[in-house]
């Protein structure tokens, strides 16, 4: 009897460095909860790998950009523009501090927000005398968005930028790492993240002042007396010394988990690119992607068979993809956000796949699932050639 094939996620967490034998010493040594040496470690480390002045380890990449935005002073009233394809959790802060989000298309070029329709969007406001408050920006599946038109927008009308790089550490533009672009700039470390901590996040700005009032404001605003002494209101978002401790050992293998994802996407692309209708995720120059997620696009008229089709065909073989985001502007849940622009971000949802991309995935189950999405393409051609 065949036995089914262990499956193939998307991108597992992936182990294999000492982040046991740190997570035993976090244990071992005491330091349990709620901060301790990894905390101070972990941060350390991120912020000198990214290039900048400070960073904050927080329990979440969401809880992260709540406090960036919190920081910013962000409330009922302002408004903030951020792109519509990504995950929810890039506007969900802002829908709990009582703003109003505007949600900007994606550009062709790279599936990052459009500086087109940014601009756009900041010109009016500017000659409507009602600015946003904050921008944020994504770096869509490891690839950073265009900031040098970026952040000359943001300069030019004096709007703070939040980098959302949740999922581009270890990718670069111009040079400089993801996660150093903006006032303040936030990482995930969720359990499908290029290293993870099971759960975590963290805030990095070069404004030390930020971080150190991050801080502060993620362990329930605690003034440093003796008794629980409170001149405003914060939060419980502090990561605890456990989680940094694998953190610390997930980033010391960072270079090889982006060597595993680089070397997995340029198979992808040797395997597929040369397949009629099937298209990857357009690279801007400027940058070098972490190839988090590799993402195609399927166009059916030349491929013969949908996205969806190709995705059912994977999931009988016990392999996991997922569709692009669906833009926010789509959502039941942020109904009536308006939204500049919208059929870019449509179509890729409509016609992009994410393929499993995790570092600890082997190159022979890459290669089934290469094998796997050429089968299908041959399954449908030639059955649609049968039926001619
Ligand atoms: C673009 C983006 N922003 C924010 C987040 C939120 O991070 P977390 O899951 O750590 O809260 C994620 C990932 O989940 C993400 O992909």
């Given at each position: 009897m065949s036995e089914k094939r262990a499956r193939i996620y998307l991108s597992p967490p992936h182990m294999g460095g000492r982040e046991r034998e740190l997570l035993l010493d976090a244990f071992d040594s005491g330091w349990l909860a709620p901060l301790g040496p990894h905390v101070d470690g972990f941060e350390r480390e991120m912020a000198t790998r990214v290039g900048v002045k400070d960073a904050a380890a927080l329990s979440s990449g969401t809880a992260s950009l709540h406090l960036a935005l919190h920081m910013l002073g962000i409330g009922p009233g302002d408004r903030v523009i951020a792109p519509t394809l990504t995950f929810i959790a890039t506007v969900t802060p802002v829908i709990h501090l009582g703003a109003e989000v505007v949600?900007?298309?994606?550009?062709?070029?790279?599936?990052?927000?459009?500086?087109?329709?940014?601009?756009?969007?900041?010109?009016?406001?500017?000659?409507?005398?009602?600015?946003?408050?904050?921008?944020?920006?994504?770096?869509?599946?490891?690839?950073?968005?265009?900031?040098?038109?970026?952040?000359?927008?943001?300069?030019?009308?004096?709007v703070p930028l939040i980098e959302d790089a949740a999922e581009s550490l270890g990718a670069s533009y111009g040079g400089r790492a993801a996660g150093s672009f903006g006032a303040m700039s936030v990482l995930s470390f969720n359990g499908n993240k290029i290293i993870t901590t099971s759960g975590g996040?963290?805030?990095?700005?070069?404004?030390?002042?930020?971080?150190?009032?991050?801080?502060?404001?993620?362990?329930?605003?605690?003034?440093?007396?003796?008794?629980y002494e409170h001149l405003e209101v914060g939060f419980n978002y502090r990561m605890s010394n456990v989680l940094a401790a694998m953190g610390?050992?997930?980033?010391?293998?960072?270079?090889?988990?982006?060597?595993?994802?680089?070397?997995?996407?340029?198979?992808?692309?040797?395997?597929?690119?040369?397949?009629?209708?099937?298209?990857?995720?357009?690279?801007?120059?400027?940058?070098?992607?972490?190839?988090?997620?590799?993402?195609?696009?399927?166009?059916?008229?030349?491929?013969?068979?949908?996205?969806?089709?190709?995705?059912?065909?994977?999931?009988?073989?016990?392999?996991?993809?997922?569709?692009?985001?669906?833009?926010?502007?789509?959502?039941?849940?942020?109904?009536?956000?308006?939204?500049?622009?919208?059929?870019?971000?449509?179509?890729?949802?409509?016609?992009?796949?994410?393929?499993?991309?995790?570092?600890?995935?082997?190159?022979?189950?890459?290669?089934?699932?290469?094998?796997?999405?050429q089968a299908c393409h041959r399954n449908v051609n030639s059955s649609q050639v049968s039926m001619s």
């Open positions: 949600l900007v298309d994606s550009c062709k070029e790279s599936w990052n927000i459009d500086p087109q329709g940014l601009a756009d969007e900041l010109r009016e406001s500017a000659e409507a005398g009602c600015l946003p408050k904050a921008v944020i920006s994504v770096d869509l599946y490891g690839q950073c968005a265009d900031y040098d038109a970026i952040e000359e927008l943001c300069a030019k009308y004096e996040g963290m805030l990095l700005s070069d404004r030390e002042e930020w971080v150190v009032r991050a801080r502060k404001l993620a362990s329930q605003a605690k003034e440093p007396v003796a008794h610390r050992g997930q980033l010391e293998t960072l270079d090889e988990h982006l060597q595993a994802r680089r070397r997995h996407n340029g198979a992808y692309r040797d395997g597929l690119g040369g397949l009629p209708g099937v298209d990857f995720m357009p690279l801007d120059p400027r940058g070098e992607p972490n190839h988090w997620l590799t993402c195609v696009t399927i166009d059916p008229a030349r491929f013969g068979a949908d996205r969806e089709t190709i995705r059912l065909h994977l999931e009988t073989l016990n392999i996991e993809s997922r569709a692009v985001w669906k833009p926010m502007h789509l959502q039941p849940a942020l109904k009536g956000v308006r939204c500049r622009g919208g059929e870019v971000s449509e179509s890729l949802f409509e016609r992009g796949l994410c393929l499993p991309s995790g570092s600890g995935m082997s190159d022979a189950d890459r290669d089934s699932v290469v094998a796997a999405i």
